[in-house]
């Protein structure tokens, strides 16, 4: 049985501006991450899923409700090394690839979490030229960052974030800036890092192609979780993910449209060999 | 296309120069430009001509290349030169028409003078900017002043701004050139009008700039935090510097430097200043 | 009729130095006035720097671009008139806003066009409308607004100089399917109503399908393909070599007619995929 990692019980956060006026965010949401799992957060923008976020990394704490993050209660009287030792634990890659490398040289750039940690030299030697090699960058480890794609530059940020072995790692819409080539780039190497090492994937989208190759997905909308289940389960609802101005795959559609007018499907599949299937022994059995 | 501008010009390579502790490299940078102002004759000044060349071949930086970092400052030089020739009297009169009187003297300091401005450029190229990338120098400047520490100057602090300011002005660059395409694609004018429309036409361009600067501090920020950033206490380094058998050669090298222009000074010193 | 054509545009930056890079290689187009185009390719094809091109931001090397007939470049001090006239939205414009309200921000390219006052609130009321800005937002600070609303005054701020061509540089990028659809539904309102030619950028062949009627796609600073939706996803392996594709329904269409329905090849949208379908599965028809 995999242990939770995560674990939100009514979990709630609320914004006040300068004006005083204030915006619930969170409205008391409840949901499980194991270890190992890779789940994916789909909501539009403004739905309260970047919020989540940020409390996982104790950028923000939570308002109400309680927040465990491997083991580590989230408050917002922590002390800095208990911050420090939830930071080592849950690393963030963020949407903007610019805006997160900090060094003028990619190996450097990989080096400074390692070196916010303390680790030797020779130890961290090792973990820069792993990191890189994981996210297919080594042969680009003397370049300067700014002469780099998107999705490349998006590869170094993670490259940096699993040089500091943390046990999950967040992808804050990280995608959401890239062309379609980066894209594929980085939602390729969060699969390896989910299938090859075992890491916690909490994957922050608007996505639905991308949310779609999770092991489970939270739908969230106006601050509550609207759906918690595998993509299947989710894209079932149709209407209901429409209603909260999300997206399904186009075969699910079409199956949802064909049987809205009169015509029935055993199944609700997502990927479009099962609906060619589907369609082709209604069709064949009508014959 | 301005993105290509990088910051500080690196110019790779694996000469004695490149090779060399940046360390090592700064504190001969430092004594090259006060020696050069003790040169005084003009056998100094070829002596400390053909030391410069010499820097130039062994940095196997192409000369062209060397040359395009005197071109910006070729109007200052020039001025320097100008001026100097109509400010400086001397004994030997030239040329003389009303107020204006050249003298020798002033043509040979102008001449000097532009040879020291020049010769300075050339060998901070060489020995600094296009032979030590930008972190390794910010390294270099952390690693010298770091006795400071210990009078609480934050200099890790400063030396974080730096590599920083560095990492991003490329970005900014680029921005600029899109932001000023973007207005200009609005008719924005940059080019007509007197001091104070283009001053004006200047404000669609520097707020949407500041904007995205500041948004781009408070991500970057935040990134750092998350890579458990807290200041410089309990950091290890990826790159120690070390000095190696390059820097002994550079010592060898200031030593015959200084040693020649003193040599120069005090044995030769004809035509002087 | 023909509103805009490029004949044999090339296009090489830091011409004459080492890092000399090719971006355009002998561009020849038509623009249909009035039409909506999309323009596909992958990052660094050329297509920024085409885009570029056709509102005089750069100049080419070599070729002509025809605005009605006339030559844009013909007075170059009058660049600023063919800017006016053919709208460019670049990508992320967001970042262009700069002025107190959203209103003045939205009135900076009238202004320069030294319109009248009138005459500018009236365009400034028309963009926002088209661009789906609710009145209320018009007097708030471009800063205060949301994502998705910033995107769409800075769309306005381009459709308030009523160009006769918009272009727009993936004016949907980063958006949630909700923003996108807003986007281009009022892409598609806009050209209807006002006339004017539309040129965009993007992604996603689903909504290239959708919105669509011509398209061109580029690669490695040349034309790679161009013609209607038919002629263009009529050939998936030829996309698929530069790494595209089409519609996802196109490909389940492709799938059920080798598994033998009598299905025509041109569907690329889900609407068309289910009148097709309905009757070939006993139902009605839509």
């Not at chain 2, 400010?87 to 001449?111: M, N, Q, R, V």
């Not at chain 3, 080492?18 to 623009?31: G, Q, R, T, V």
């Not at chain 3, 490695?220 to 070599?241: H, N, S």
């Amino acid at each position: 049985m995999a242990e939770p990692f995560i674990i939100a019980e009514n979990l709630s956060y609320t914004y006040t501006d300068e004006d005083g006026d204030s915006t619930d965010a969170l409205k008391g949401v409840s949901f499980t991450v194991n270890a190992g799992e890779y789940v994916a957060v789909l909501g539009h923008n403004g739905s309260g899923k970047s919020t989540l976020a940020k409390l996982l990394n104790v950028i923000l704490t939570p308002s109400g409700g309680k927040l465990t993050v491997g083991g580590h209660v989230i408050h917002s009287e922590m002390s800095e090394d208990e911050v420090f030792d939830v930071r080592r634990d849950v690393g963030m890659v963020f949407q903007n690839p610019d805006n997160q490398l900090v060094a003028t040289i990619v190996e450097e750039d990989v080096a400074f979490g390692p070196e916010n940690l303390g680790i030797p030299r020779e130890e961290m030697r090792m973990r820069v030229d792993d990191a890189l090699k994981t996210v297919g960058m080594y042969e680009h480890r003397a370049n300067q960052p700014h002469r780099l794609s998107g999705g490349q530059k998006q590869r170094v940020a993670i490259a940096g974030v699993i040089a500091m072995m943390p046990k999950c790692i967040v992808f804050d819409e990280s995608t959401a800036m890239l062309d379609p080539r980066g894209r594929a780039e980085v939602m390729q190497t969060i699969r390896r890092l989910n299938q090859d090492f075992g890491m916690t994937i909490l994957h922050i989208t608007h996505y639905m192609d991308e949310a779609v190759m999770a092991d489970r997905i939270l739908v969230v909308n106006d601050g509550e979780i609207y759906r918690d289940g595998t993509p299947k389960e989710v894209f079932a609802d149709v209407e209901g993910l429409r209603r909260v101005g999300l997206d399904v795959p186009q075969g699910r559609e079409l199956m949802h449209e064909l049987s809205r007018s009169g015509i029935r499907f055993d199944d609700k599949p997502i990927d479009i060999e099962h609906c060619a299937e589907l369609l082709l022994a209604k069709y064949n059995a009508l014959k | 296309m301005m993105k290509d501008v990088t910051l500080g010009q690196y110019f790779g390579g694996n000469s004695v120069l490149h090779r060399a502790d940046p360390r090592a490299k700064l504190l001969f940078s430092l004594l090259y430009i006060v020696m050069l102002f003790f040169v005084k004759s003009a056998a100094g000044f070829a002596f400390v001509t053909l030391f410069t060349v010499f820097l130039v071949l062994i940095s196997g930086v192409p000369v062209k290349i060397v040359l395009r970092s005197v071109r910006p400052l070729a109007l200052i030089i020039a001025l320097t030169a100008f001026l100097n020739i109509f400010w400086t009297t001397g004994d030997t009169l030239l040329f003389e028409w009303g107020f204006i009187h050249i003298y020798l003297e002033g043509i040979i300091f102008a001449l000097f003078m532009a040879l020291r401005i020049l010769l300075l450029v050339v060998g901070m190229s060489v020995a600094l900017t296009y032979t030590t990338t930008p972190l390794a120098l910010t390294d270099a400047i952390e690693e010298l002043l770091s006795p400071l520490k210990k009078v609480h100057v934050p200099v890790h602090d400063f030396a974080m701004m730096m590599t920083i300011a560095m990492r991003f002005i490329p970005t900014l660059i680029e921005e600029t050139d899109k932001i000023m395409d973007a207005q200009k694609a609005r008719g924005a004018d940059f080019e007509s009008g007197g001091l104070v429309e283009k001053a004006k036409a200047l404000i669609p361009i520097l707020i949407p700039l500041f904007v995205s600067a500041f948004k781009r501090a408070d991500d970057l920020a935040v990134a750092m935090e998350c890579r458990c950033y807290r200041g410089g206490e309990g950091r290890t380094k990826l790159k120690e510097l070390h000095y190696g058998k390059c820097d002994l050669l550079l010592l060898a090298i200031s030593t015959v430097f200084v040693a020649g222009i003193i040599l120069c000074n005090v044995f030769l010193p004809y035509i002087s200043i | 009729m023909t509103i805009l054509e490029l004949s044999d545009v090339c296009y090489t930056y830091d011409k004459g130095t080492p890092e000399a890079n090719e971006a355009l290689s002998h561009i020849d187009l038509k623009i249909e006035k009035g039409s909506m185009t999309g323009l596909i390719g992958h990052t660094g094809c050329g297509k920024s720097t085409l885009l570029r091109m056709l509102n005089g931001l750069l100049r080419p090397d070599s070729g002509k671009i025809l605005l009605d007939g006339k030559d844009i470049w013909e007075n170059p001090k009058e660049i600023s008139k063919v800017r006016f006239r053919v709208g460019l939205v670049m990508q992320y414009p967001e970042y262009q806003l700069f002025d107190e309200t959203v209103r003045a921000d939205i009135a900076y390219g009238p202004k320069n066009m030294k319109l009248d006052e009138q005459e500018i609130a009236r365009r400034v009321e028309a963009a926002a409308s088209f661009a789906g800005l609710t009145p209320d937002l018009l007097d708030k600070s471009p800063f205060e607004l949301s994502g998705g609303q910033k995107r769409r005054a800075a769309i306005a701020g381009v459709m308030a100089m009523q160009p006769e061509i918009l272009v727009l540089d993936e004016p949907a990028a980063g958006l949630d399917p909700k923003g996108r659809e807003d986007i281009f539904a009022g892409l598609e309102r806009y050209r209807r109503e006002s006339g004017a030619t539309v040129i965009v950028v993007s992604h996603s062949m689903e909504d290239m399908a959708r919105y669509c009627e011509r398209l061109i796609v580029m690669n490695d600073g040349a034309i790679y393909m161009e013609g209607t939706q038919a002629q263009v996803f009529g050939e998936p392996e030829k996309l698929m070599q530069i790494g595209l594709g089409v519609p996802e329904v196109t490909r389940l269409v492709a799938k059920l007619r080798e598994g033998g329905m009598p299905l025509s090849p041109d569907i690329y949208t889900v609407e068309a995929a289910k009148a097709a379908l309905l009757p070939l599965l006993g139902g009605e028809r839509a």
